[in-house]
């Protein structure tokens, strides 16, 4: 692998010519001891298939080895949150989002990665989309993570199916029109409706549930920081997703995130799924018992123009670390062009991870293995609803499927739990916001100056 030999020689050089890399360790300590990271990411596919390869790749060219903790994403939140706060130094790399960027970095949690860059001319920073750089850089400028992956959301349905029960999907359908064919798609083959998360989970199953409300008409608070979570507009939205999972989704929802719907769509469970789009690797693998069936369309809409979500897990390093310049050589290799090339020629083009870099976009092997969908991952991932203006009401935060504010980790799993509920039949979606309310109203007392 030349390139960790020139991200060493790049790093190497900077230092000589007086660049310093503040609060870095040596990626060869003194006497040669072996460098050990850890590293804490969330179990999706893009993730084992990486730890599959890396003592082949990295640490057979780096002497590096890596010591992956792969858990689900409500666990590595909670433990990332607390390893983060403490600064134990634990983890030296860890899978942070747009979400958690913006919080760790004005608290100093995370390590600045802008000399690293500067220094690392082969990483090609100008290939990576500027929308998920812009999402990483905080508020003081800094970069502070790289995309592993990006991703936006679209609808995906069976092609097979529709044929049969003789539908159509539109090419820009609205959120009725999805309604309306999942009843009648429901039980075709023994198919639920459509397939949507239900786990509690601010990333679990508000993340669909916000892109609803914002093309609905809703927000979470009003420009004055007062609570709107039984406005109308934010009933209809929540009521809506209930509704239709209750109605046309798959058995058992409130329990299932979204490696739990991916999974029984795979196994042919379900005629649609609206999701992230990152998914479509997996439905279009090989043992995919929908391989080739599966047809891919933007986020539904209501009344705005665009719908869907913006994301990406990203690697970040910790401050504390002490390996802060092995866990860059990592970072390098795992987000770069060339890794992509790796997955591509290895296990195959539809496991690379895609969402990052233009790059990929313009490669004939990876348009030709993901015909099916490329296209429209490419305008979910660079024309997604705007984060500053999602949607149809004025809103004091930033966000599409969640607040930009430290605040929402708490409150939105609390929410989450509540609309869990009304998707299991406990309580009313009226009761369920009702409650809501209350603690989205108490949440926000500091930005209203109470």
Not at 362 to 370: I, M, R, S, T
Request: charged share 20%; net charge negative; glycine share 10%.
């Amino acid at each position: 692998m030349k390139r960790s030999l020139l991200v060493r020689a790049a790093v190497a050089a900077t230092a000589v010519a007086g660049l310093v890399l503040a609060g870095c360790g040596d990626t060869d300590p003194p006497g040669g001891e072996q460098v050990d990271l850890s590293v804490l990411a969330t179990d999706v596919p893009q993730v084992q298939t990486l730890k599959k390869l890396t003592k082949k790749y990295f640490t057979a060219e780096t002497g590096i080895t890596v010591d992956y903790t792969v858990l689900p994403e409500n666990e590595t939140r909670e433990r990332m949150n607390r390893e983060f706060a403490t600064q134990a130094g634990t983890y030296d790399v860890a899978s942070v989002s747009a979400y958690e960027v913006p919080i760790y970095s004005d608290n100093g949690w995370l390590a600045p990665l802008d000399s690293y860059v500067k220094a690392d001319k082969d990483f090609d920073q100008d290939d990576v989309f500027p929308n998920l750089v812009s999402s990483l850089t905080g508020e003081d400028g800094k970069l502070y993570a790289e995309p592993f992956y990006g991703e936006g959301s679209f609808l995906m349905y069976r092609k097979d199916l529709f044929r049969k029960d003789g539908l159509t999907m539109p090419s820009n359908p609205t959120w009725q029109q999805v309604a309306d064919l999942a009843a009648q798609v429901d039980g075709t083959d023994g198919a639920s409706g459509i397939c949507l998360r239900g786990l509690p989970g601010w990333g679990q199953n508000l993340a669909p549930i916000n892109t609803v409300v914002n093309t609905f008409g809703g927000a979470w608070y009003d420009m004055d920081w007062n609570a709107r979570l039984t406005s109308p507009e934010f009933k209809r939205a929540v009521g809506f997703y209930v509704d239709l999972l209750r109605s046309h989704g798959q058995p058992g929802a409130e329990r299932m995130g979204v490696l739990e719907i991916l999974d029984s769509f795979v196994a042919g469970k379900c005629a649609m799924m609206y999701d992230a789009t990152s998914l479509a690797s997996s439905i279009e693998a090989d043992g995919s018992s929908v391989k080739g069936k599966v047809g891919y369309v933007p986020a539904p809409h209501d009344r705005t123009e665009k719908a869907g979500w913006l994301w990406t897990w990203a690697w970040g390093v910790q401050q504390a670390s002490d390996n802060k310049d092995a866990a860059w050589e990592f970072i390098s290799w795992a987000s770069s062009k060339e890794y992509q090339e790796l997955v591509g020629q290895e296990v195959g083009w539809t496991a690379a991870p895609a969402g990052n870099r233009k790059s990929l976009y313009a490669n004939p092997e990876y348009q030709q293995a993901a015909g099916a969908w490329y296209r429209q991952e490419y305008t979910a991932a660079t024309d997604s609803a705007d984060p500053k203006n999602p949607g149809v009401a004025p809103r004091p935060y930033t966000g599409i499927g969640f607040l930009g504010i430290p605040e929402f980790a708490v409150l939105g799993t609390a929410v989450s739990e509540q609309i869990a509920a009304a998707i299991a039949g406990h309580q009313s979606v009226d009761t369920a916001l009702d409650k809501s309310q209350d603690l989205a109203q108490a949440a926000a007392a500091k930005y209203r100056g109470e």
